[in-house]
């Protein structure tokens, strides 16, 4: 038999050993049926010494001894035989490792890269993504969202809304609301006085999610409805932080901006709903104009499917719905959408995508990493062929040896594992301190168990993929050849495995390369968008009043609260001045909502004076901002007609608006002098003036639409905008100090450079196109690596042919332009390749991406360029070897 | 029956194995059959020694297993010696005799 056919055989019954490993059960039946033919050969035994038979089976019975007893001495037989082999091999690969320090260094680092990694990442995507809501049957909610296209794709819903629907829609089993905008209140009466964020929620809010309070109750239904006792739910956090988490404290009061709240109960601490709430009240306690509304938007919805109901239903249903409401409401609720759509994790919904892409580019890196391990196992193991020949033609079972082989390799798959969780803690350090501050749960990350284990995993499958291959390869040999050969050299013909090997590599790094470019160019084009002021020498900070009951407020008269506004707007003009009269200050000016940083909308619906409206056309809304008269010139923003606010415009209906409203609905240029209603959903019109236009300014950052703006003069507006002379930071302590002698109880906090916050607004493009860019590169270089192997090797394999070559006359210039080819031909097919597979995958980073899409020509060609001239130098080094052969060595190697 | 009943040295078992499939593959009775008739009844493997020691050769490697027609048209397992069972005979051999001659000199030494 020759060796070819009897490798062949054995690989045949490969299946069936691999199931007498693992499946007990096999092995034992065929112990059986092997020890009754024993019992049935001995009877015939003893029948033919004479025996009748049934004295014939009892003898051999007897002389069998107990069945069992004998199976079990057979079974511990084999899985000591089967562990003694294996304990065999494992000492031989440590042996050959490490006879071989410089191979198995590279291999396991190359390794150690790729699982490191993937480590790291999986712990990210493990504890961000793959987190479950803590929720009960998480996948049966759904948040709800009115839509008012084309300006607005999603927002919250009215209180009056909110309320009908509550009792109408039948796909929910249970719908319940919660305030959406942070409301911030002055906490007194626990320790020192402190900033706490308030939110509303509806009583079944928590019987919705099915969470239970784990100290005292959740709100009653009663507590729904106006007139509730004024109570109060803290979060897990402010109870720990300020109540030292003392359960005793129920029944004792907290006080809010001078309210007392009794309170009722504590929310768990792993409750993600609303991060930045410290204190839950009950919807009762809204102001009932709030509760009543169509016309405001605050409420957060959130509600259960009913059994057997799925999302496409309940979007059918709610429809219908929101039209019936269009027909009864539709000054307030034409041309209204609803949005039905599953429950999402608030922090992952932005980073969902980029994490993904890194975990995807990731994965290619392990790829390109199995890929250069199994070049390293082919070369190694074409330089053992002889040991391997000699050792079948010795007798050596090919499967033994092919344990062997991959036991090796699994060996180093392991250590590069482990070696691959120290590379895995460092990332994760250097991830947690760039990670953007939304992110919060990545500070958690840990190698845990669930880490650990996809480690050994990914280790273990690395070591299968990039050791199989090549251990069957160098049981694939003609024995006599392979022992008469020299021991270096093996059949050119195998190049080619290797070739397709960096053609694999190159178009693996290459779609990670794109995704990378896409992102980067991404990022440049954020930062080159204007933002419609100037940032430079810019401070920032908010200064807040105490806020008044909210009954003082309702009793009042408009002209009260008129000259409140006005009593309020002399207060800030005078801690203004103040502060305009520091050295190195040029000017100071207020807004309500900081452009960029703000994520809450005050937009309302208006009507052109003397244009009539149609029913179909959604009513356009402004984005209104209250400013003081110098917010435009502190802030740099360009006035392009008419004329800016001045201080007697607090007194008078007038506005100035963007310029994009501008052309919007005067395209002539002429909207100077025409008036608009702003209050077009409530019974009084109340009619503004344009006074001026502005420049656009990007209020809710950098990649967002831009907005209608509309600027009117106000009261206190919290956020100060102060431009300094010298860099913005060094006033800073010299202003809080000068706010703190104005009045002690006004509080100051946000301080931040403008340059700041237009930096934190793109800290999640930053975060991921570093991580992908970073990623991206390690993978160019490890098939960098993986290209420079091979040629090297080949160039070694052919010493002997560019010796006869340079023998015969071939210059070195030749011998170099050998080896280029080689390494430029196999380059462009794995770019190829690659091209082909990132046309394909790029569309799904579409979503991440600003002003480029997702083919976009120049960064493919970019990727070509680098990725090619990586390659090519790559190849130099062997090229240069192979120029300096010597002809004379090289002919006499054989 | 009544004959002297030697217990097999450690070690030994194997070779004994080893050496009664070097001819022709057997099955399991024969092989203990055959290693009663060439040591002339000194030794005689119980079923509780010979499976096991059987499977572990073929797990080791020695030998390989092949169900097959004994004489009188029974099921049986036949075993039979791989290249590297015939290559551990040898050097079994050689060290058996090695240590054969080691013995006897001890104790012809007085």
Not at chain 1, 288 to 310: G, I, K, S
Not at chain 1, 813 to 835: E, P, Q
Not at chain 2, 88 to 100: D, I, P
Request: charged content about 20%; proline content about 5%.
């Amino acid at each position: 038999m020759s060796d070819n056919a009897q490798t062949h055989r054995w690989f045949r019954s490969l299946p069936l050993r691999l199931r007498s490993l693992f499946g007990r059960e096999s092995v034992d039946r065929d112990l059986d049926d092997e020890l009754q033919s024993v019992l049935d050969l001995t009877t015939d035994e003893n029948i033919a010494k004479g025996m009748t038979p049934r004295e014939a089976r009892r003898a051999a019975k007897i002389s069998l001894g107990g069945v069992d007893q004998v199976k079990e001495q057979v079974r511990a037989a084999r899985a000591g035989a089967w562990f003694g082999t294996l304990m065999q091999d494992v000492r031989f690969g440590l042996r050959m490792l490490r006879k071989n320090p410089g191979f198995t260094a590279v291999a396991v680092l190359t390794l150690a890269l790729g699982i490191g990694a993937n480590t790291a990442i999986f712990g990210v995507v493990q504890s961000v993504l793959l987190r479950q809501l803590p929720y009960l049957d998480p996948g049966a909610l759904v948040e709800v969202w009115n839509s008012y296209l084309p300006q607005f794709p999603q927002f919250a819903l009215s209180g009056a809304d909110f309320n009908d629907w509550r009792s109408q829609a039948k796909p929910f089993a249970q719908m319940a609301a919660y305030w959406s905008v942070p409301l911030d209140a002055n906490l007194t009466g626990a320790g020192d006085p402190a900033r706490v964020e308030i939110t509303y929620a509806s009583s079944n809010l928590f019987s919705t999610l099915g969470v239970r309070p784990i100290v005292g109750r959740a709100f009653l239904p009663v507590e729904d409805h106006p007139n509730a006792p004024d109570i109060a739910m803290l979060s897990f956090k402010l109870w720990a932080d300020r109540f030292g988490a003392n359960p005793a404290l129920l029944g004792r009061t907290i006080t809010l901006d001078g309210r007392n709240y009794t309170l009722v109960g504590v929310l768990p601490a792993n409750f993600p709903l609303v991060p930045w709430a410290d204190v839950w009240l009950p919807m009762g306690l809204v102001d009932p104009n709030e509760l009543n509304t169509r016309v405001h938007h605050d409420f957060n919805v959130v509600a259960r499917l009913a059994p057997h109901v799925t999302i496409p239903q309940a979007q059918t249903e709610m429809t219908l719905l929101e039209q019936r409401q269009a027909q009864a409401h539709p000054a307030t609720n034409r041309n209204f959408g609803v949005i039905i759509a599953p429950m999402r994790d608030p922090q992952t919904v932005k980073t969902r995508s980029a994490l993904l892409a890194i975990f995807f580019t990731v994965g290619m890196l392990l790829l390109i990493a199995c890929a250069n391990l199994i070049n390293l196992l082919l070369a190694r193991n074409s330089t053992r062929r002889k040991e391997i020949a000699i050792r079948i033609a010795l007798g050596a079972a090919p499967l033994r040896l092919m344990r062997q082989l991959l036991i090796e390799s699994l060996l180093l798959s392991l250590l590069g594992g482990a070696a691959g969780l120290i590379v895995a803690a460092a990332a994760l350090g250097v991830l947690k301190r760039l990670a953007p501050a939304a992110l919060t749960d990545i500070q958690t990350v840990g190698l845990n168990v669930w880490v650990l284990a996809f480690t050994f995993a990914i280790a273990l499958l690395a070591g299968i993929i990039s050791g199989s291959w090549p251990a069957r390869n160098s049981l694939r040999l003609d024995v006599n050849t392979a022992l008469k050969e020299g021991a270096r050299s093996s059949p050119a013909s195998r190049g080619w495995a290797r070739d397709s090997l960096v053609v694999a590599e190159i178009s693996l790094a290459l779609v990670p390369l794109v995704g990378a470019g896409l992102l980067i160019r991404t990022f440049g084009n954020l930062l080159r968008v204007d933002p419609g002021f100037r940032a430079d020498h810019l401070l920032t900070l908010q200064v807040t009043l105490p806020a008044l009951p909210q009954e003082r407020l309702n009793k009042m008269t408009v002209l009260e609260l008129q000259a409140l506004q006005q009593k309020q707007a002399a207060e800030w003009e005078q801690l203004a001045d103040r502060i305009r009269a520091l050295p190195r200050v040029n000017s100071v000016a207020g807004v309500d909502f900081l452009p960029i940083a703000e994520s809450e909308q005050a937009s309302s619906r208006f009507v052109i004076e003397g244009r009539p409206e149609t029913e179909s056309t959604p009513r356009p809304a402004a984005e209104m901002r209250v400013v003081s008269p110098e917010y435009f010139s502190t802030m740099g923003i360009p006035l392009i007609q008419g004329r800016v606010l001045a201080p007697a415009d607090v007194k008078i209906p007038n506005i100035v608006i963007g310029e994009k409203m501008a052309r919007r609905f005067w395209a002539a240029g002429d909207a100077i002098g025409h008036r608009i209603n702003l209050c077009s959903l409530y019974s009084q019109p109340c009619w503004y003036s344009i006074l001026g236009v502005v420049g656009d300014v990007h209020q809710f950052g950098l990649n967002a639409p831009l907005t209608f703006d509309v600027y009117f003069p106000g009261g206190w507006t919290n956020t100060f905008v102060i431009r300094t002379s010298v860099a913005p930071s060094l006033l800073v302590p010299s202003i809080r100090e000068l706010i703190h002698k104005f009045d002690p109880a006004l509080p100051v906090s946000h301080v931040l450079t403008m340059d700041q916050v237009l930096s934190d607004s793109l800290s999640q493009q930053r975060f991921s196109t570093l991580l992908l860019g970073a990623f991206a590169a390690l993978g160019l270089l490890l098939s960098a690596v993986g290209v420079y192997g091979v040629l090297s090797y080949a160039v070694g394999e052919r010493t002997n042919e560019i010796g006869v070559r340079m023998a015969l006359g071939a210059e070195p210039r030749d011998v170099v332009a050998l080896v280029i080819r080689h390494g430029a031909k196999v380059s462009a097919a794995g770019i190829t390749l690659g091209l082909a597979g990132a046309l394909a995958l790029t569309r799904l980073l579409s979503n991440l991406l600003y002003g480029v899409s997702a083919t976009d020509p120049i960064t493919f060609v970019g990727v070509v360029v680098i990725l090619f001239g990586v390659a090519l130098l790559a190849c130099y080094v062997p090229a240069r070897r192979a120029m300096r052969v010597d002809p004379m060595v090289a002919l006499r190697h054989e | 029956m009544d004959a002297e009943q030697t217990n097999l040295l450690q070690g030994t078992l194997d070779l004994v194995i080893l050496k009664a499939l070097a001819l022709e593959e057997m099955h399991g009775l024969g092989i203990s059959r055959r290693i009663e008739q060439i040591t002339k009844g000194t030794f005689q493997v119980k079923p509780g020694s010979l499976f096991p020691a059987l499977h572990r050769m073929e797990e080791a490697g020695w030998l390989s297993s092949a169900w097959g027609e004994s004489e009188n048209n029974r099921r049986a397992k036949y075993y039979r010696l791989t290249k590297t069972g015939r290559r551990q005979l040898g050097a079994e051999t050689k060290r058996w005799s090695r240590v054969s001659l080691a013995i006897k000199r001890a104790l012809e030494a007085s």
